[in-house]
T-cell receptor, first 110, second 112 residues
Framework: DAGVTQSPTHLIKTRGQHVTLRCSPI?????VSWYQQVLGQGPQFIFQ???????GRGNFPDRFSARQFPNYSSELNVNALLLGDSALYLC?????????FGPGTRLLVL | GIQVEQSPPDLILQEGANSTLRCNFS?????LQWFHQNPWGQLINLFY???GTKQNGRLSATTVATERYSLLYISSSQTTDSGVYFC??????????????FGKGTKLSVIP
């Protein structure tokens, strides 16, 4: 079975631009979560979606938004990018209690 | 919110040595997972272990939920074990949530 997939793998943007990151969960998993990991830190929770509904939101500004589609894939959108948004963005899909992470998207904001 | 502390922050081992990584958490948990993050950033599931003991090859983990800590044991370490080990939890009050709170990790370097 394929694992969690994310696209793109790397991305370079400039301040003020917006970005869309994509995630496809493991087949049969209905929950998708997004995390941000800055260098030297553990991942920080951004959003959780289950059956297309938002189930949780971390301490991130409104510039961050997400949605889940009927096929359970998900998008994370970030508007008005700041230098501090440079990070590894991780998507995880869940079946019951165990979360499985994708390879991440490395975003660099210049 | 729940606090997760991992120790030691850094660990250097000779190949073949054994090690113990510790994770303390400040509240009762519904979910505890150990992950290994490789140099390319991929988070690899090691254990789902909110309580009890599990073993998988050279790795084993024990969580003592009543005392709010978990231990990850690595035996006969190999250079491929290098990377950062994270403990992550979901507090008991968050039952039904998949919102993991991560510790800061233990960076393990295994030298030949």
């Amino acid at each position: 079975d394929a694992g969690v997939t994310q696209s793109p793998t790397h991305l370079i943007k400039t301040r003020g631009q917006h970005v869309t990151l994509r995630c496809s969960p493991i087949s049969g998993h209905k929950s998708v979560s997004w995390y941000q990991q800055v260098l030297g830190q553990g991942p920080q929770f951004i959003f959780q979606y289950y059956e297309k509904e938002e189930r949780g939101r971390g301490n991130f500004p409104d510039r961050f938004s997400a949605r889940q589609f009927p096929n359970y894939s998900s998008e994370l959108n970030v508007n008005a990018l700041l230098l501090g948004d440079s990070a590894l963005y991780l998507c995880a899909s869940s079946h019951q209690e165990t979360q499985y992470f994708g390879p991440g998207t490395r975003l660099l904001v210049l | 919110g729940i606090q997760v502390e991992q120790s030691p922050p850094d660990l250097i081992l000779q190949e073949g040595a054994n090690s113990t990584l510790r994770c303390n958490f400040s509240d009762s948990v519904n979910n505890l997972q150990w992950f290994h993050q490789n140099p390319w950033g991929q988070l690899i599931n090691l254990f789902y272990i909110p309580s009890g003991t599990k073993q998988n090859g050279r790795l084993s983990a024990t969580t003592v939920a009543t005392e709010r800590y978990s231990l990850l044991y690595i035996s006969s370490s190999q250079t491929t074990d290098s990377g950062v080990y994270f403990c992550a939890v979901v507090p008991y009050s968050g039952a039904g949530s998949y919102q993991l709170t991560f510790g800061k990790g233990t960076k393990l370097s295994v030298i030949p």
